[in-house]
């Protein structure tokens, strides 16, 4: 099963490349210093975070010249489904920012941030990342040790920014201390990790899985107003808004929130 995901993979990659290359870079440069980041846990090396964030450069600009359909479409033909995730957080999580009037440096954290949140899943083992149902009650806390191996990882990497630490360890936190690691609550948690929290859900109802098809857009949306109070509900309008045309006024108010945040 491994050697035949390996292909599909790799046709993957192949496809992308034969791509415009403003839509195939950004893929093609996230994958491979994806698998770089995957080498260095491995040997125990430490990440090096200002590659990951060079890597981001082709996403941003992508981001920047609204090309970012293109590239959530064709990131989901690969066959790690770790990367797809990070890369999808990292393209939402930009067009987030980029929404909000956030801009240069500033982008490129939260992009960084987005796609290394889950490096901690590189040592989660496999089984309990790829299961086709509901884990059980013994593989929960291996499933959400995935932060705390995250923040070890990127505690270790002395060129990783405060954006893209928030981003990793807190992206599973919510507003009334329902989520984890530390169950943060309210003003504990900033306009960055709230707006982590709702792209990483976002994200993850709108991919598709071997046991689930992906959820319209409007459905995930349905789903993350459901969550009420666990969410921060202006942030999570201003998110929708970025996929409704006529949304400038609205989404602008929260860049200067953000921007206090990130570097
Ligand atoms: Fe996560
Ligand atoms: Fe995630």
Redesign the pocket.
């Known amino acids: 099963m491994e050697a035949v995901s390996q292909v599909i993979g790799e046709k993957a990659e192949f496809v992308w490349k034969q791509l415009p290359p403003e839509i195939g870079k950004p893929l093609t440069i996230t994958v491979e210093e994806y698998q770089k980041l995957s080498d260095a846990i491995a040997s125990g090396e430490p990440i090096n975070c200002s590659d990951a964030a060079d890597s981001c450069l082709p996403l941003v600009d992508a981001i920047n010249n609204g090309n970012h359909h293109a590239v959530l479409k064709a990131v989901q033909s690969h066959h790690n489904y770790?990367y797809v995730?990070?890369m999808r957080?990292a393209t939402l999580l930009t067009l987030f920012a980029h929404g909000i009037g956030i801009k240069g440096d500033d982008l490129l954290v939260i992009s960084t941030g987005g796609l290394i949140?889950?490096v901690g899943?590189l040592v989660t083992p496999d089984q309990i990342l790829d299961k086709p149902g509901k884990l059980t009650d013994e593989e929960w806390p291996i499933m959400r040790d995935?932060v705390t191996r995250s923040k070890e990882l990127l505690g270790d990497a002395t060129d990783i920014s405060k954006g893209a630490l928030i981003i990793a360890g807190q992206?599973?936190e919510k507003l009334d201390g329902s989520g984890y690691p530390l169950g943060l609550k309210g003003a504990e948690l900033n306009e960055l990790a709230r707006m982590s929290v709702i792209v990483?859900i976002f994200?993850?109802l709108t991919d598709a899985r071997s046991y689930k098809p992906p959820f319209p857009q409007e459905k995930a949306f349905g789903i993350l107003e459901e969550m009420g109070d666990k969410l921060d509900r202006r942030l999570l309008k201003v998110f929708r808004a970025i996929f409704e045309p006529g949304s400038d006024k609205l989404a602008k108010a929260s860049s200067a929130m953000v921007k206090a945040h990130v570097a």
Do not use: I, L, M, R
Request: glycine share 8%; net charge negative.
């Open positions: 770790t995730h990070s957080v949140h889950d899943k995935h992206h599973h990483d994200g993850a």
